[in-house]
């Protein structure tokens, strides 16, 4: 389970540089409110949707989940265990895949799964087994053994995914997956998510970010909208389309997200 409590997070952002006109180095400094209060429960045996708009704030609050950096005020827990008190013990609790899937190219798929393995303390026999039961899941088992380098954008995801699943994580977090993806790469992460969320799949915990309303529609269990650096409905896609008095999934959204511009 995880537990993402009214989180926070603002930068300093760097201004431009002109050469025209001299700025001082407080003049060209400015605040940025990325996260302003998003709250997230995602349970286990659920898959648990992040919907917004690109610059929503989804991708700092899962980076503060990962632990990357602590937000300005909230609280993330992972199984009960604090983030900012004990991120890699959380951090342990979790298999991440990010927006940069970063395998490295000149191992094979099978050497990128078994090298985090062994990250995770995995005996090399155990990861080893471990890749060969991910590569069934994920239908894999074809570029397995070939080197990364070269690796269409689906078969990056399938072995990134691999990998962060390696050490059979409780809870699982991915960030916008399908970038990029084809319609039969994209038909395979959702069916190998439904098992994960499965009991034969181990009931994991899912976090599903995404500003891709089929996506949400077609995998997520509930959906927490993300607005400007804030989470501004929840519930799953039937009690948002109620909520907003729409009968699609898209006019329900926009309507949540970005009331202001529906009045207007």
Same mark, same amino acid.
């Given at each position: 389970? +995880?537990? /993402?409590?009214?989180?926070?997070?603002?930068?300093?952002?760097?201004?431009?540089?002109?050469?025209?006109?001299? #700025?001082?180095?407080?003049?060209? #400094?400015? /605040?940025?409110?990325?996260?302003?209060?998003?709250?997230?429960?995602?349970?286990?045996?659920? +898959?648990?949707?992040?919907?917004?708009?690109?610059?929503?704030?989804?991708? *700092?609050?899962?980076?503060?989940?990962?632990?990357? !950096?602590?937000?300005?005020?909230?609280?993330?827990?992972?199984?009960?265990?604090?983030? #900012?008190? @004990?991120?890699?013990?959380?951090?342990?609790?979790?298999? /991440?895949?990010?927006?940069?899937?970063?395998?490295?190219?000149?191992?094979? @798929?099978?050497?990128? +799964?078994?090298? !985090?393995?062994?990250?995770?303390?995995?005996?090399?026999?155990?990861?080893?087994?471990?890749?060969?039961?991910? @590569?069934?899941?994920?239908?894999?088992?074809? /570029? $397995?053994?070939?080197?990364?380098?070269? !690796?269409?954008?689906?078969?990056?995801?399938? *072995?990134?995914? =691999?990998?962060? %699943?390696?050490?059979?994580?409780?809870? +699982?977090?991915?960030?916008?997956?399908?970038?990029? $993806?084809?319609?039969?790469?994209?038909?395979?992460?959702?069916?190998?998510?439904?098992?994960?969320?499965? &009991?034969?799949?181990?009931? #994991?915990?899912?976090?599903?970010?995404?500003?891709?309303?089929?996506?949400?529609?077609?995998?997520?269990?509930?959906?927490?909208?993300?607005?400007?650096?804030?989470?501004? =409905?929840?519930?799953?896609? &039937?009690?948002?389309?109620?909520?907003?008095?729409?009968?699609?999934?898209?006019?329900? !959204?926009?309507? %949540?997200?970005?009331?202001?511009?529906?009045?207007?």
């Amino acid at each position: 389970m +995880i537990e /993402i409590q009214d989180v926070h997070k603002q930068f300093v952002a760097q201004g431009g540089s002109s050469l025209f006109k001299r #700025k001082s180095a407080k003049d060209s #400094k400015r /605040i940025v409110h990325a996260v302003q209060g998003v709250s997230v429960t995602a349970a286990n045996g659920r +898959i648990t949707g992040l919907l917004g708009a690109n610059g929503a704030g989804k991708t *700092t609050t899962l980076r503060m989940l990962a632990g990357l !950096f602590l937000p300005d005020a909230g609280h993330i827990a992972v199984d009960g265990i604090a983030v #900012k008190d @004990a991120p890699l013990k959380a951090l342990s609790r979790m298999g /991440i895949l990010g927006d940069a899937h970063g395998l490295y190219p000149r191992l094979s @798929a099978r050497e990128n +799964i078994v090298y !985090f393995g062994r990250l995770q303390g995995m005996a090399p026999e155990a990861a080893n087994a471990r890749a060969e039961e991910l @590569a069934r899941l994920l239908e894999m088992q074809s /570029i $397995l053994d070939r080197r990364a380098d070269g !690796f269409s954008q689906g078969e990056r995801m399938k *072995t990134a995914l =691999a990998r962060a %699943l390696v050490h059979d994580p409780a809870n +699982i977090v991915l960030d916008e997956p399908t970038n990029g $993806l084809d319609v039969l790469a994209t038909r395979a992460l959702r069916e190998a998510l439904r098992w994960l969320r499965s &009991p034969e799949g181990g009931s #994991k915990c899912i976090i599903f970010s995404t500003h891709i309303m089929q996506e949400v529609e077609q995998l997520c269990d509930e959906v927490v909208v993300v607005s400007k650096g804030r989470s501004v =409905a929840r519930g799953s896609v &039937p009690e948002l389309l109620q909520k907003a008095g729409e009968s699609r999934f898209e006019d329900a !959204f926009v309507k %949540l997200a970005f009331p202001e511009e529906v009045a207007a």
